[in-house]
């Protein structure tokens, strides 16, 4: 048993006895107190973004996967923040073509929702994202996140194309 004995000054014509108080039941409240707290506090849970990809198997016609130019709409994350979209294939992609946003100035999902008026085949409309190797992660969540929000299921990611690499090259600088 925990207690705290107080001695009393004997001077005097009385003797006074002791005072003892026993810590037995205040540890037993501090640790009643401690896993009250610890059962009730809400640990912070990891953020996790579903990302569905398709199952692995052959392809059996292949031809049928290509997109159209009109049918899609391609962003190119870059550095500083900056993003850079097209609707262009090999041939046709310039640096008039590449057209630059940010995450401050036109919405991406206005970007996507104007793209997909456009499209000739609704059903077969694809977002394509890539970004290069000086893009960060938040960047590519927000491009994500703005394809939630204007709802369109069909999407990519892939690595950028030499092709787009040297416009977007000649567009950074």
Same mark, same amino acid.
């Given at each position: 048993?925990? #207690?705290?004995?107080?001695? #009393?000054?004997?001077?005097?014509?009385? &003797?006074?006895?002791?005072?003892?108080?026993?810590?037995?039941?205040?540890?037993?409240?501090?640790?009643?107190?401690?896993?009250?707290?610890?059962?009730?506090?809400?640990?912070?849970?990891?953020?996790?973004?579903?990302?569905?990809?398709?199952?692995?198997?052959?392809? %059996?016609?292949?031809?049928?996967?290509?997109?159209?130019?009109?049918?899609?709409?391609?962003?190119?994350?870059?550095?500083?923040?900056?993003?850079?979209?097209?609707?262009? =294939?090999? &041939?046709?992609?310039? %640096?008039? =073509?590449? &057209? #630059?946003?940010?995450?401050?100035?036109?919405?991406?999902?206005?970007?996507?929702?104007?793209?997909?008026?456009?499209?000739? &085949?609704?059903?077969?409309?694809?977002?394509?994202?890539?970004?290069?190797?000086?893009?960060?992660?938040? =960047?590519?969540?927000?491009?994500?996140?703005?394809?939630?929000?204007?709802?369109? %299921?069909?999407?990519?990611?892939?690595?950028?194309?030499?092709? %787009?690499?040297?416009?977007? #090259?000649?567009?950074?600088?």
């Amino acid at each position: 048993m925990a #207690e705290v004995i107080a001695q #009393e000054k004997q001077g005097g014509r009385q &003797k006074k006895k002791p005072i003892r108080v026993d810590m037995t039941p205040m540890v037993d409240l501090g640790f009643l107190l401690i896993t009250f707290f610890m059962f009730t506090t809400n640990f912070t849970k990891p953020n996790v973004m579903d990302l569905g990809l398709p199952a692995k198997g052959p392809i %059996e016609n292949p031809t049928n996967h290509v997109i159209d130019d009109k049918n899609q709409v391609t962003f190119i994350l870059g550095k500083d923040n900056r993003v850079f979209y097209h609707q262009s =294939n090999a &041939k046709d992609l310039n %640096e008039g =073509n590449l &057209k #630059e946003t940010d995450f401050s100035g036109v919405k991406i999902s206005n970007i996507i929702s104007e793209a997909y008026k456009k499209a000739p &085949k609704k059903e077969n409309f694809t977002i394509i994202v890539k970004p290069t190797d000086d893009a960060n992660y938040k =960047n590519f969540v927000d491009v994500l996140d703005n394809i939630a929000i204007s709802k369109k %299921e069909r999407y990519g990611i892939t690595d950028i194309k030499p092709w %787009e690499k040297k416009v977007y #090259e000649n567009a950074v600088k």
